[in-house]
Structures are given as C-alpha cells and as structure tokens.
C-alpha cells in the first residue's frame, strides 16, 4: 500500500473551499474543465445531522478515434463515493474504478481549515492511500495512480486559483504547499491514523524522497 499527503494553501475561506467541493455545478466544470473529464455526475443524498452523502460517476475525455475513445473512456471511467462532514469540514471519497475495483482500495481523505501562520485564508490537507492486488504489478500500478493523483490535484488547485482569481478578485499565491510521501505500510487501522498523520513534514519538497537525496549526493546530474 502506498500513502501520501498534501497541502494546499488558497485565500478563500474554509467553509468556503467545503462550499466550493460541495457545489454539484462548480464540480462539474472542475472536472470538465479543469481535469479534463468528458463526464461527471453527481447525485447527493443529505442526512439529518447536515452530513451528505454523493456518489459520482466520472470519465475521462480522450483524444482518440471515436470508437477508440468510447473503449477506453469506459476502461478508465470510475464512481466517487464521498461523505461530507460539515461540522468538522472533511470529505472522505472512495474511488470504484469501473475496472478491476475487486483488486483495489483507493481513498483520498481531505480536511480544510484556517490558515494558521498569519497569511489568512485556508489549508487543505489531502491523504491518498491506494492498495492495488498482484505483487510487483500491483505495486507498479499504485505508483502509477498516486503519480496521477498528484497530477490531478495540482490542476485543481490551478483551476481553483483561477477561479476564485476572477471570481473574487484575489490572486492566489501558492498551492500545493508541500508534499509528504509517508511509505506507511497498513497495520491496524489505528495504528494507521497515528502514523499517517503524525509522520514530520520534510525540510524541503526536494528532500521529501530517498530518490531526491541520491541525486543530490551525486550532484544532480540525470
């Protein structure tokens, strides 16, 4: 299993970054876009506490032969269940992929709140974890999805900032603050948690891997 986090600074408030994640039609033009989906749905369920429950289907636009494009859009195409907790501003999402999803547990867990160190606005921490059956293949494939994770939320928050850039009139300095991949191997599920989230954040983003440290002591040359 592989485990990662991130952060991401923006200037909008926390309840307004939940707002944002929550609204159907905001998410429908992120994913469009700004992720380069060719379709997303969603259909909410709301409970009487204020939490809401959505499932999404989403698929990707290809730039491919039309026959060829409906093939693979349908291979890559995957469900989001996700929970929404206003109280503590969380969303936790489960992504089925329409594929292969027997052989996979793939989640992403974000937690928004306000931005402490004086700058205003807000953080977003984002955790992916993703286990993927079939030894070395798996493992290959977990690589893979996390690699596209991290591509995927950097074009989101470039969206946001763009977003939120003309809707409010802000400029937005920095996103995806930095990165933590935290190789946490899953145990318990609470022994899990603690690892995951008390691993210390790195000195810089280019020391965060032991791949980084191996090209700086052999002067960065490849």
């Avoid at 763009?162 to 802000?170: K, Q, T």
Wanted: charged share 25%.
């Amino acid at each position: 299993m592989r485990a990662w986090r991130t952060f991401s600074r923006f200037t909008c408030t926390a309840e307004e970054y939940f707002d944002l994640m929550l609204d159907v039609p905001f998410q429908e033009r992120l994913h469009v876009d700004g992720l380069g989906m060719g379709t997303y749905r969603a259909d909410d369920t709301r409970s009487p506490d204020g939490r809401t429950y959505r499932v999404a289907f989403a698929e990707p636009r290809l730039n491919l032969p039309a026959v060829l494009a409906r093939l693979f859009a349908k291979a890559q195409a995957y469900h989001e269940h996700t929970h929404y907790d206003p109280v503590t501003l969380e969303r936790h999402v489960r992504v089925v992929p329409a594929l292969g999803a027997e052989h996979m547990d793939f989640t992403f867990t974000e937690t928004v709140r306000a931005d402490r160190d004086g700058v205003g606005g807000c953080v977003a921490t984002s955790v992916v974890r993703v286990h993927c059956d079939g030894g070395w293949l798996g493992r290959v494939l977990e690589r893979f999805i996390c690699s596209t994770s991290k591509v995927k939320l950097g074009e989101r928050d470039a969206y946001l900032d763009a977003y939120l850039e003309r809707e409010m009139g802000a400029t937005y300095a920095n996103a995806a603050v930095v990165e933590v991949n935290l190789g946490v191997e899953r145990t318990g599920e609470a022994d899990f948690a603690k690892a995951l989230f008390s691993h210390p954040l790195p000195p810089s983003t280019f020391e965060r891997s032991a791949w980084g440290r191996v090209k700086s002591a052999l002067g960065g040359g490849f």
